[in-house]
């Protein structure tokens, strides 16, 4: 698995086009290409938007010995950019400057007469100017271009870009009027990086393309089979979102980690279908525990009850512990019916070891953790009770969730807890010999749980403080604690079965590989990711799309949750794609289906939505590319779905339409 994104510079030219869209059908605009790369990659933007296309020649004035190096360029129009530091730093007189400058200018007049012949160039005074090449790498050639196209007066520039470092984005845009660079990979190796297929453009493509353009043409299709008629030979079958038996023990195979997503944390159809996918897998392959996208300790007051064990009376009661926003996640009428079924499952299993577990694999409940520490210290070693309360009473200045410590402590404002938090893992995993004397499966859970509450407390901290430096740092610091968990607790529940088996359940984002799209050009990973490269060949992935219907999601953060309308999918995206088939629902599996998997191999815009939804912002807020076929081993598309019901139907979420019956749970 690579950081590619996109397939060829044509399809970069078509995701380029949807970023531009607020251009198209407008008089005043002119696409300019930078030949040759940029040629294919601007003949798609010109096409989408209904522009005239150009070219504007660059040539690169190499160092000379080293021509791979740029010391400057060389733009239509005799205007020059040299790179300062480098002519400063290898002491280059003015005649070897004009050595290479005279030769590369002979080339670039060479071209400019092979391309456009004696078609004159279109005039730029008072246009919106779009300046497109397939990537850049220092930007030392658009940095020309954008100054010799100042030169013919545009009322606007724009420079837009496949793929580009951040600070070549950033650096442009104190030239240009804006600049928009659909991916930024992180670390920036090369501009091919970001591409399957990046060979050479050839002098013979750049006509070819330019000669459509100019005589309004279109080219011949290309080679591509029909989406839609690959995707319906290869759709199978499922009934509310679950396929048949058959099927699912067939993609699972013999897998220890099967991980099934969710697009939203509020759809009633991913909650249903996922656990009914469980079940089964429970009854007839022999899985074991359920890790899913939840705080350690709430998930375990489920597991001490789904066990038998624990003071709560019903599957409602043992949900109670999730409180924190936002609490519907996991208490909802879904979760409640799936809690009462493993109750159930589990009471009819005579042994305790072959029991199915519940647990949580993520690092929000700093104080509830820290909290749950102290309480099993206070059972088994009341003196270092004393000292747990102490080493955390560091957290008791700043707010319940985490978010007021991580403010502090970032900016300096307050003591870090770190040394604190690390000392009493440190203790804990030193006694834990000791402690694990004593009889019991049960308490060797417990012991295995407060050595997981203080890792969490540790893995909370940094997090808490990282967050407010880096969106990146703290979503990895996330997605490694909870796959190090996953991890954890395989080995935890291996010692009583070598062969232990474990459903997760999260969010399309955590589950599907991040390198199959623009989170992993940003630098982020995730659980999805880990697993995989963890366990290889071990595990095996399922997301869901949506295309339209209803989600109990807020407004913002910390707000009620509601019941909203999910706008129909965006025109480019993989869930418009598969509501362009006709199924009302279906699943893909990419690996028996190679049709089906080169087709989602190119980049789709796929949509994510969180327990925030913001409508007004949907592309902006809620899209990412991505290659569906790289991210999953399967996707299971649901045409329409409505909202998850909350335990707690508050006004904001009534004022949807009514649910229909509510489920029990024992």
Known sequence: ???????????????????????????????????????????????????????????????????????????????MVLNDDLVRGY???????????????????????????????????????????????????????????????????????????????????????????????????????????????????????????????????EPDTDEIAVLRTAMLPTRRGVPADDVLFDLVGDARFVLIGEASHGTHEFYAARARMTRRLIEEKGFRAVAVEADWPDAYRVNRYIRGHGDDPTAERALSGFQRFPAWMWRNAEVLDAVGWLRAHNDRVADERAKTGFYGLDLYSLHRSADEVIAFLERVDPTAAERARARYSCFDHHDADGHDYGLAAAFGAGETCERQAVEQLVELRRDALDYAR???????????????????????????????????????????????????????????????????????????????????????????????ERHPGECRSIGFTTYTGTVTAAADWNKPAERRHVQPALPGSVEELFHRTGGAEFMLRFDTEPEAAA????????????????????????????????????????????????????????????????????
């Not at 008089?27 to 150009?54: N, T």
């Not at 004593?438 to 940094?462: I, M």
């Open 1 to 79: 698995m690579t950081g590619r994104v996109f397939r060829d510079r044509r399809e970069a030219g078509r995701v380029l086009a949807g970023l531009l869209a607020r251009y198209r059908d407008r008089a005043d605009v002119i696409v300019l290409a930078l030949p040759r790369g940029g040629v294919p990659v601007a003949y798609e933007v010109a096409s989408a938007l209904r522009a005239p296309l150009d070219v504007f020649l660059v040539r690169k004035l190499g160092m000379p010995g080293r021509p791979e190096l740029a010391m400057g360029a060389l733009a239509s129009g005799g205007v």
């Open 91 to 221: 002491d280059l007189t003015p005649e070897v400057i004009h050595r290479v400058a005279e030769a590369e200018g002979k080339e670039l007049r060479r071209r400019e007469q092979d391309y456009r012949g004696d078609r004159p160039a279109l005039s730029l005074t008072g246009k919106v100017v779009i300046v497109v090449d397939d990537g850049l790498a220092t930007g030392a050639s658009m940095r020309a271009s954008i100054e010799a196209i100042h030169q013919a007066g545009p009322a606007e520039l724009v420079v837009a870009v496949p793929a580009a470092p951040r600070s070549t984005c950033d650096a442009l845009a104190l030239q240009a009027d804006e600049v928009v660079c659909a991916t930024a990979p992180s670390p920036f190796y090369a501009v091919g990086a970001s591409y399957w297929d990046f060979d050479q453009t050839t002098d013979d493509e750049v006509l070819r393309l330019l000669h459509a353009a100019w005589h309004l043409r279109p080219l011949d299709p």
């Open 438 to 532: 004593r009889d019991g499966l049960a308490f060797e859970d417990d012991l295995f749980s407060a050595e997981r509450n203080a890792q969490l407390v540790k893995a909370a901290e940094h997090y808490y403080r990282t967050m407010f430096s880096s969106r990146v740092s703290s979503w990895n610091l996330r997605d490694r604690h909870m796959a190090d968990t996953l991890d954890a607790l395989a080995e935890h529940l291996g010692r009583r079965d070598e062969q232990v088996k474990i459903v997760v359940w999260a969010h399309n984002s955590h589950l599907g590989d991040a390198r199959a799209g623009e989170p992993g050009v940003r630098g982020e990973l995730n659980l999805g990711q880990l697993v995989r």
């Open 599 to 666: 087709v989602l191999r190119s980049a789709w815009l796929e949509r994510a939505i969180g327990v925030v939804y913001r409508p007004l912002t949907e592309r902006q807020s809620h899209y990412f590319r991505t290659r569906p076929s790289d991210q999953f081993d399967a996707v299971i598309h649901l045409d329409e779905t409505r909202a998850v019901e909350p335990l707690e139907r508050t006004v904001h979420w009534e004022t949807g339409e009514l649910p229909e019956t509510y489920p029990s749970a024992v």
